[in-house]
């Protein structure tokens, strides 16, 4: 009776700390802090397999919202799909590389160097949902301009945002401990 009783409390505490921590991440994870859109130096758009925030990153340079478009290369140079991004030509520049180291940081410190070449004073920062808080405290160590953060679609599902949290999560906590750009 009594270890019976105990694990009713050990699964109701856990309940409560899943619970918690779910409610906790909505504002984090699920609805993060994005910008209005506004014309900017560059428009920069983050690296992963979800492509819709590339063609997202293409429509708003179509739209005139900035003259240069960056693209991390994050799926590597032998991605053909990322080849409808990086090897055609367009009316405005576009720059693609591969980040170095392959993490967001990696991202970051290259949105540096095109800063300190190009002058960049404002940035819209294009990435998928769950990552947008992340991306705004990473990408705003490196640079110190003006950040417009934009999210593109995330999938959805359970297992989908369970994973985002404690992949967005380990990474916060990484980025916390990684001092400087």
Not at 20 to 42: E, K, Y
Not at 55 to 70: M, S
Request: net charge positive; charged share 15%.
């Amino acid at each position: 009776m009594r270890a019976l009783r105990r694990a009713a409390v050990i699964l109701a505490a856990l309940t409560v700390l899943i619970a918690s921590l779910a409610i906790a991440g909505l504002p984090v994870f699920v609805h993060p802090q994005t910008d209005p859109l506004r014309p900017a130096d560059a428009i920069v758009v983050l690296g992963g397999t979800a492509y819709a925030r590339f063609d997202i990153g293409l429509d708003l340079a179509e739209r005139g919202y900035a003259p240069e478009l960056l693209i991390s290369r994050s799926t590597g140079a032998d991605d053909p799909v990322m080849d409808k991004y990086c090897a055609r030509p367009y009316p405005f520049h576009v720059d693609c590389f591969i980040p170095d180291p392959w993490t967001t940081q990696g991202e970051a410190q290259e949105i540096a160097r095109q800063t300190a070449l190009h002058g960049w004073r404002h940035i819209i920062v294009i990435t998928n949902t769950p990552h947008v808080s992340r991306a705004r405290y990473i990408v705003g160590k490196c640079f110190h301009g003006q950040i417009t953060m934009v999210a593109s679609p995330a999938d959805t599902g359970l297992r989908y945002w369970a994973w985002m949290y404690i992949r967005q999560s380990a990474g916060y906590a990484r980025a916390f401990l990684s001092p400087g750009c």
